[in-house]
């Protein structure tokens, strides 16, 4: 299958792809690695300069981007002795959420995330990453099992928001969706989220109640889609761009909002480039904020969660 | 920005029904003419269908509390702007306009109150202002709603409206969903009763946050309460959506509201639960 390429990553990916073929080259012949070494530092500077002037539009373009690594890819790349779990003991199971067991640096853990689909079969499946009641049931009773067994959460939280359909409004979404703010707000146990992609409204939040939250160098977070405010807004979707600047949705804007704590930074072109790459700079920051929260009694997480969500607000003075 | 602190009684959203210089009101759900008198004394219940009109926070008050009245709290609380945000006009200038449309300073109004005799901490969502939309005054407000209950140990009693988080205030706005679920959790660690009673229009953040976390949940006929909006779900699945999805009736059938109570009854109903859920003594 072709890479999929955005307009705005077209030279970025042109040198990459080169650099990729000079490696293979230079690996038989060392004459080449001279030229090897100014084409990649070349395409770092084409990465450094398309990359810092994106649109909050361009950013999640790449939030969205069709290879960029989901739950799963973390799970896999971060944790060992890795269990899925599924079904809400309700309903169904809904593929759209991942929720599971795993030792992350020797230290079991329970890992909650949104995930989408690699193709259009697995899209369909997993509906795009857009959850169903089931799969924020299967949530809670994941972060419960974390707070019963003392376990950290780690969640990665990557959708366009909670599924707008007559089945989930039937099975009750909004119920759902309060019902695992209200389990992340109680547990116990240290939770570290992080916005690895698209944090599209309440159906993002339910999964980001937590003590530290990061965010992703092109993740975005948003009340609402910009599509969709743009079709409040003015009644035309392709107003999009003008939306998502408003909107302050990017990584900068979280961290300035206090929204996020830590922005992580992808590598060059983004996570979609190098997953393994992108992984390990997750690893640093996700183990600093777990060792962070080391020192707090179960008493003092769910406390210094509350006060993290009960001071968002802005009033005038 | 200032605003009185008494609102006026104001009829709200019902002036669009008026017909003959406002002697008479037309019912938005059988086409009915009826004196205004005759909706004021049924509350803007129709008296021939039974549709029930939205009714504003003062006439609640009017409708639910011992002698109409409460203690209000945090009456000052106003929003700023914190993703400095404007379409057509700066979001300082909407909330201008709308305290002057409405002469409330917010979407809701809390304070401690009695309902049959009985302590409560008691809030009411205020659609005419922006939707009924939770930005930080709402959320701020309903937050301390239950912290004061949690410590008065006096049950909550919450009526939502509200068409969800408030765009304008960004991803702000969205944090107070998980800031009144936060406050709501305590109070349910405290064991001290939450009714949450649901009017027409419930959605987005607001349903999907503290409105479906009472311990007894209860919805007007005919509201439309879920989480995403009919025309949102009929874009999505790309046709008409059945008759009455999403209302009350609709909810009581799948399991997520306990009681459907029209609104003549709805003090009485508020009373009886009261009654059965004193909070026990602080353990």
Redo the contacts between chains.
């Keep these: 299958m072709p890479p999929f390429v955005l307009p705005f990553e077209k030279p970025f990916v042109e040198l990459l792809t080169r650099v990729r073929e000079l490696r293979v080259l230079a690996a038989g012949d060392p004459k080449l690695l001279g030229e090897l070494a100014r084409l990649e530092e070349k395409t770092a500077q084409v990465a450094r300069d398309a990359y810092r002037e994106l649109s909050p539009m361009q950013k999640l373009q790449i939030a969205r981007h069709p290879e960029r690594p989901y739950t799963l890819d973390y799970a896999a790349r971060l944790l060992d002795d890795w269990v899925e779990l599924h079904g809400d003991r309700r309903f169904g199971d809904d593929a759209a959420v991942v929720a599971g067991l795993g030792r992350y640096h020797g230290r079991s853990v329970v890992v909650v995330g949104h995930q989408r689909g690699r193709d259009a079969d697995e899209n369909a499946r997993r509906n795009l990453g857009m959850p169903h009641p089931e799969g924020y049931r299967k949530a809670v009773r994941a972060f419960d099992l974390a707070d019963r067994m003392g376990l950290p959460i780690l969640t990665f939280v990557d959708t366009p928001g909670?599924?707008?359909?007559?089945a989930?409004?039937?099975?009750?979404?909004?119920?759902a969706?309060?019902?695992s703010?209200?389990a992340?707000?109680?547990v116990r146990v240290p939770v570290v989220a992080t916005i690895v992609g698209e944090g599209g409204?309440?159906g993002a939040?339910?999964f980001?109640?937590a003590n530290r939250v990061l965010v992703l160098e092109f993740g975005c977070?948003?009340?609402?889609s910009p599509e969709?405010?743009a079709a409040?807004?003015?009644r035309d979707a392709a107003r999009a761009p003008e939306a998502a600047e408003?909107?302050?949705?990017t990584a900068p804007?979280?961290l300035r909002?206090g929204?996020v704590d830590e922005v992580v930074a992808e590598p060059a072109g983004g996570a979609h480039h190098d997953h393994d790459e992108a992984a390990r700079r997750l690893d640093r920051a996700l183990s600093a904020a777990l060792a962070s929260l080391d020192s707090l009694s179960p008493a003092a997480l769910a406390d210094d969660?509350?006060r993290r969500?009960?001071a968002?607000?802005?009033?005038?003075a | 920005?200032t605003a009185p602190d008494q609102p006026p009684p104001s009829r709200g959203a019902n002036d669009a029904r008026a017909l003959g210089g406002g002697e008479f009101q037309r019912c938005e759900g059988c086409a009915a003419v009826h004196e205004t008198r005759v909706f004021e004394t049924t509350y803007e219940v129709c008296p021939a269908c039974g549709h029930h009109h939205r009714l504003s926070p003062e006439r609640y008050r009017r409708l639910l509390l011992d002698d109409a009245t409460f203690a209000a709290w945090d009456t000052h609380?106003?929003?700023?702007?914190?993703?400095e945000?404007?379409?057509?006009v700066p979001y300082p200038e909407r909330i201008a306009a709308a305290q002057r449309e409405t002469g409330a300073r917010d979407a809701i109004e809390t304070g401690r109150a009695r309902l049959g005799g009985h302590d409560i901490a008691y809030g009411c969502f205020r659609f005419a202002f922006l939707g009924g939309s939770m930005g930080?005054?709402v959320?701020?407000k309903v937050?301390r709603l239950f912290e004061r209950a949690a410590s008065a140990r006096i049950p909550a009693v919450l009526l939502q409206t509200s068409g969800g988080?408030r765009?304008q205030?960004?991803?702000?706005?969205?944090?107070?969903?998980?800031?009144t679920?936060?406050?709501?959790?305590?109070l349910r660690?405290a064991c001290v009763p939450f009714v949450s009673v649901m009017l027409g229009p419930t959605t987005?953040?607001v349903?999907?946050?503290?409105?479906?976390?009472g311990d007894v949940n209860v919805a007007e006929p005919g509201a439309l309460?879920?989480?995403?909006g009919p025309r949102?779900?009929e874009a999505?699945?790309g046709g008409r959506?059945?008759e009455g999805?999403?209302r009350s009736e609709f909810l009581l059938d799948?399991?997520?509201v306990d009681l459907v109570v029209p609104r003549a009854e709805l003090r009485a109903a508020l009373v009886r639960l009261l009654g059965h859920l004193r909070p026990p003594p602080a353990a």
């Excluded at chain 1, 909670?162 to 007559?166: D, Q, R, S, T, V």
């Excluded at chain 2, 205030?169 to 800031?179: H, N, P, R, T, Y």
């Design positions: 909670a599924f707008p359909g007559i989930a409004e039937e099975r009750g979404q909004s119920e969706i309060a019902g703010l209200a992340m707000s109680r409204s309440g939040l339910a980001a109640v977070y948003t009340v609402i969709g405010c409040i807004l003015w408003r909107l302050k949705m804007d979280l909002l929204i969660r509350y969500f009960r968002f607000g802005a009033l005038v | 920005m609380l106003e929003s700023a702007d914190p993703i945000f404007s379409a057509d930080s005054v959320g701020e937050a988080a765009m205030e960004g991803i702000v706005s969205l944090m107070q969903m998980a800031k679920v936060g406050a709501r959790e305590r660690a987005g953040g349903a999907a946050s503290t409105a479906f976390l309460i879920g989480f995403a949102v779900i999505t699945v959506l059945p999805f999403q799948h399991g997520m």
